[in-house]
């Protein structure tokens, strides 16, 4: 059984976003916008897209 895995994409800018959504992003590996990740599926992560829903794209 392969390893679930998720692609997220930055797609809004973070000017004006609060501190810890900003870490949360950069915790998740984006940097600039449009930037995808690909990460495993697993609560912390699920937890983190979560918290910047209005910020990324999880792409499947």
């Known amino acids: 059984m ?3 895995t998720l692609k ?4 809004k800018g973070l000017r ?4 810890r959504h900003r870490i949360s992003v950069k915790a998740l590996g984006l940097n600039k ?3 995808v990740r690909e990460l495993p599926d697993n609560p912390s992560v699920r937890g983190l897209i979560n ?3 209005y910020l990324v794209r999880v792409e499947q």
């Open 16 to 19: 004006g976003c609060q501190q």
């Open 51 to 53: 918290q910047v829903h």
């Open 33 to 35: 916008l449009n930037d």
């Open 8 to 11: 997220v994409r930055l797609v």
């Open 2 to 4: 392969a390893n679930k």
